[in-house]
């Protein structure tokens, strides 16, 4: 996945600022989990955590727009609890002052995400923007309290090889995702094991002893195939999209061949394998659950928006054309309403994981 690539900034119609909703609901679900998290397994008798010296929390992917805002006011006062929870104790704990990291690709609109920053008069922390991919180390060792990442760690750093080269059995051909085709699925999990194995130890290096990492994964029940899935499904007609234009001359059918998303869903054995093989963490708490029911009938145009509000700009650099975009989105709006079954509750498979990971003593 190119470094060029990011959610659609700014704030109209078609940005992540106005197209994240479901986002949102996520960050909102999981609220009670993080403050009880925090609550329960944050160590304030940490010498890194004395009130002399700020509290240093990240936001991993944050994107643009207000739900990263939330996230982190909803940490800041998990923390804030703790230490007004021990006020009663010879000495009492001060509440300590924090600074609030935000990181993303360096192409994200961090224009718009400053500009929505709440006033300084009513935030609770200083903030700071880090540029770069969280597939790698952003800060210096033994820095970071606090490290948390909502809805982005099922983007993988790349496209799985395999699946672009003709001569793989895992070659792709016609289709984004790897719905239905057990090489290409093996493929795509091969790639989020190495990427997890980075994004793991890249943390353990930058979080303190005893700090905490914040995870919300979107995720599906273990041993459910992708083909069970809606979730899948819905990639799958959204491939077909590209294939009805394909085959009308609008767009090269090689391009299409050579497309594929960079996303994948884990299951909470695959999530627990990868932590338990990296070794740098113990997992503190997991849990699943599901933000909302989605409705009998579902608007497919706000859906059709939402997708294209994460996507839109990796469909443009790889056909190297926004002019499809419209026709695109549009074809797949319509698809998604004559094949409403795919909504069915019996393929709502997936779910969001809630993991608190604490890191090791060295």
Same mark, same amino acid.
């Given at each position: ?19 994240? $909703? ?55 006062? &998990? ?40 006033? /300084? ?65 093996? &493929? ?57 234009? &394909? ?49 009998? /009938?579902?608007? $497919? ?54 993991? $608190? ?6």
């Amino acid at each position: 996945m190119p470094e060029t690539f990011s959610m659609n900034g700014g704030d109209g119609p078609h940005s992540y600022t106005k197209n994240s $909703c479901y986002q949102r609901e996520v960050v909102d679900a999981a609220k009670d989990m993080i403050i009880g998290a925090i609550a329960e397994k944050l160590d304030i008798e940490n010498p890194t955590l004395n009130c002399s010296n700020p509290i240093r929390i990240a936001d991993l992917g944050c994107s643009v727009g207000p739900n990263t805002f939330i996230a982190m006011q909803n940490i800041i006062e &998990a923390v804030e609890h703790k230490y007004q929870s021990l006020q009663l104790q010879n000495p009492p704990r001060s509440s300590p002052e924090f600074q609030v990291f935000f990181n993303d690709h360096a192409s994200n609109d961090f224009n718009t995400l400053f500009i929505s920053l709440p006033p /300084s008069g009513g935030r609770q922390y200083f903030a700071a923007g880090v540029p770069g991919s969280f597939h790698g180390r952003l800060f210096p060792r033994a820095t970071l309290h606090i490290a948390h990442s909502s809805y982005a760690l099922h983007w993988l750093s790349m496209v799985p090889e395999e699946v672009v080269d003709r001569n793989s059995p895992a070659w792709n051909k016609g289709k984004v995702h790897y719905t239905g085709n057990e090489t290409v699925l093996e &493929a795509y999990s091969a790639q989020y094991k190495r990427d997890m194995e980075v994004f793991l130890s890249a943390r353990a290096q930058e979080i303190v002893s005893g700090g905490l990492l914040l995870l919300l994964i979107p995720g599906c029940h273990d041993g459910v195939l992708p083909s069970e899935t809606g979730t899948s499904m819905l990639f799958g007609l959204f491939g077909s999209c590209l294939m009805d234009m &394909a085959k009308m001359g609008m767009i090269s059918e090689e391009k299409v061949d050579s497309f594929n998303l960079p996303l994948y869903h884990t299951s909470p054995h695959e999530l627990k394998e990868s932590i338990e093989t990296n070794g740098y963490f113990n997992i503190e708490r997991m849990d699943f659950f599901t933000p909302h029911t989605p409705p009998d /009938s579902p608007d $497919c145009e706000i859906l059709a928006l939402h997708l294209r509000a994460a996507i839109e700009g990796l469909i443009t650099e790889h056909f190297g054309t926004d002019q499809i975009i419209e026709e695109l989105f549009e074809r797949y709006a319509k698809k998604m309403e004559e094949n409403l079954f795919v909504f069915d509750v019996k393929y709502r498979k997936e779910f969001v994981i809630f993991a $608190c990971l604490k890191r090791k003593n060295n």
